[in-house]
C-alpha cells in the first residue's frame, strides 16, 4: 500500500513513517527538509498532483502555535485550512483514504468532562478555528465526493522527542528539564488544570487503527481518558526527582482552557486501547 504522511518531520509525523515503513510503501512530505522527507507546502498547488498517486494520506502538517495564530491569523488560514483543502482534494482526485488530524483545541473551553466528539466546537484561537474549518472541510467532501476520511482530535501528546527549548514544548518536558536541573517547577494559576496526557505511540497505533476502516467524516477523541492535573504532574516529577525540587506558582495564562479530558468511548469501540502510562513514563526516561 502506498501512504503519504505530509508534517513528516513533527512528532507524530516522524514517527509514524518508521511505524509504517516496515509494511508500506512510504513517503514523507513536509515544508521542512529534512532526511527522508520531500519538501511539500501544503498550501501550494502542486500538492493536489503530488498527493493523488497515494492510497492513503495522513494529513499532518499544519501550523500549531496557539500564540503565533492569535499574532498572524491569516498564516492558519493559509497553510491550515488551504492546505487541508488541497489534501482532501488529492485524496478524491486519487480515490485515496484520507485521515485527518484535527486537535482537541476545536472544543475551546469544555462545558462538561470527559469530552465527548459530539459536544460543541468553540475555538478560542485562530488555530483551533483552522482545524475546526479543516474538518468542516473535510465532511463537506464525504457528502458531496463519497471521499473515505476520518478525522482524530488527539489531547495533550507527549514523547522523547519534544526538547524543552523547543517553542512548542509541553509543561512535561519542562518540569523534567528544570528538575533535573534543579531548578523549580513554575506552575501557572493554581495548578488544578486537567489535561488527557497521551503518549506519540498511542496515538500512532490509532492512526494506524483507524486507516484499516472505512471513513464516513467521523471524528474520534485520541487521548487515553485519565485526569492528571498539572499539580499532580509536578508532583510525579518530584517523585522522580525528590522532594528538594520546589514548587512555585504564577499567573495564570490568559486563554488557558481549565479542562480538557477526553472521552473515547467511539476510539476504544473500533479496538484503541492506550498502552502507555503516564506515571511509568515519568519514572524511567531518560532526561539530558
Known amino acids: 500500500m502506498r501512504v503519504a504522511v505530509t508534517g513528516s518531520s513533527g512528532q507524530v509525523g516522524s514517527r509514524l513513517l518508521a511505524y509504517l515503513a516496515p509494511a508500506h510503501e512510504v513517503r514523507g512530505f513536509d515544508i521542512r527538509r529534512s532526511p527522508g522527507t520531500s519538501v511539500l507546502d501544503v498550501a501550494t498547488p502542486e500538492t493536489t498532483s503530488v498527493l493523488r498517486e497515494f492510497d492513503v494520506i495522513f494529513h499532518l502538517a499544519a501550523a500549531i502555535s496557539v500564540p503565533e495564530s492569535v499574532e498572524n491569523p491569516s498564516l492558519y488560514a493559509r497553510s491550515n485550512v488551504l492546505g487541508t483543502v488541497n489534501v482532501l482534494e488529492a485524496a478524491r482526485r486519487g480515490d485515496a483514504r484520507c485521515i485527518f488530524i484535527s486537535t482537541a483545541a476545536v472544543y475551546g473551553e469544555p462545558q462538561t468532562s470527559p ?97 484499516q476502516r472505512k471513513g464516513v467524516g467521523e471524528a474520534f477523541n485520541c487521548g487515553t481518558g485519565t485526569v492528571t492535573t498539572i499539580l499532580g504532574l509536578a508532583e510525579l516529577v518530584r517523585g522522580r526527582f525528590g522532594p528538594q525540587v520546589a514548587l512555585t506558582h504564577g499567573p495564570a495564562r490568559a486563554g488557558d482552557i481549565r479542562h480538557g479530558i477526553a472521552d473515547i468511548s467511539n476510539a476504544r469501540g473500533i479496538g484503541y486501547a492506550p498502552q502507555v502510562s503516564l506515571a511509568q513514563w515519568i519514572r524511567t526516561t531518560p532526561v539530558s
Open 115 to 211: 469530552i465527548p466528539e459530539t459536544h460543541p466546537r468553540n475555538p478560542t484561537s485562530p488555530y483551533g478555528q483552522s482545524k475546526a474549518t479543516g474538518e468542516d472541510f473535510a465532511r463537506l467532501f464525504h457528502r458531496l465526493y463519497g471521499l473515505d476520511v476520518s478525522i482524530v482530535r488527539p489531547f495533550n501528546i507527549y514523547s522523547e522527542d519534544l526538547k524543552p527549548d523547543n517553542p512548542y514544548a509541553g509543561v512535561i518536558a519542562i518540569f523534567l528539564r528544570n528538575a533535573h536541573l534543579g531548578r523549580p517547577l513554575e506552575i501557572h494559576g493554581d495548578g488544578g488544570q486537567t489535561r488527557d496526557f497521551v503518549h506519540v505511540s498511542d496515538v500512532i497505533r490509532f492512526l494506524d487503527l483507524l486507516s
